[in-house]
């Protein structure tokens, strides 16, 4: 699954998320929810799938409406932010940041994710944490709300419809399409996404993927 039908200088600024777009971090995530769930006897295959790509706060009141968001929004950053085990990088993703380092592209990341989760899961791995690092705590309203992107792009100095956004998940694919960004999808979980929109540029299973078009083609 490789399509690229962009140009990189064609956009002021990148978008990544981060979670199965950067890092694969779906073995850390069922571990913690998991252990939650088994708490609040709650069914995690619901919770996983609910969580793809979304804040706990922004389906808890329909999941659970008994629990305190903040209580257990808390309770599962804590325990995530401490779970080293199970995440690995997206293939090829250290080197699309270190070319887009190299081409003095400006890029930033927007995820769902808490900060201290983000931050440990980026600094475990070795990726170099942006100076834009968009994550729940700044957003009034989750994916696929627009407000991830619209304030990434803010940060990045640049218009949402002048970036490239990077993402997996139909919540994260439907928040920056909805802030006015060219979407390339990633993973083959979101190969069936949106499958005849204009701003959908690329669908790609890795960055090793992209980066091979890159060079044998020219896109740039």
Sequence with gaps: MVSCAFDLDAYQAVIFDMDG?????????????????????????????????????DFLPE?????DADLEEAWL????????????????????LRLLELRGTNWGIATSSAGPVARMRLGTLGFPIPQVLITAEYVKRGKPDPEHFELAAKH???EPDRCLAFEDSANGVAAALAAGCDVVVVGEAGQYLYPQHQRIVGRISDYQSILAVIEQTGVR
């Design 63 to 67: 999941l659970a409406p008994h629990l």
């Design 77 to 96: 950053n804590a325990e995530e932010a401490e779970e080293t085990n199970g995440i690995v990088p997206i293939e090829g993703a250290h080197a699309m």
């Design 156 to 158: 990045l100095n640049a």
């Design 21 to 57: 777009t950067l890092l694969d971090s779906a073995d850390a995530i069922r571990q913690v929810c998991s252990r939650w769930c088994a708490i609040h006897q709650l069914d995690v295959e619901q919770v996983l799938a609910m969580c793809h790509g979304s804040r706990i706060r």
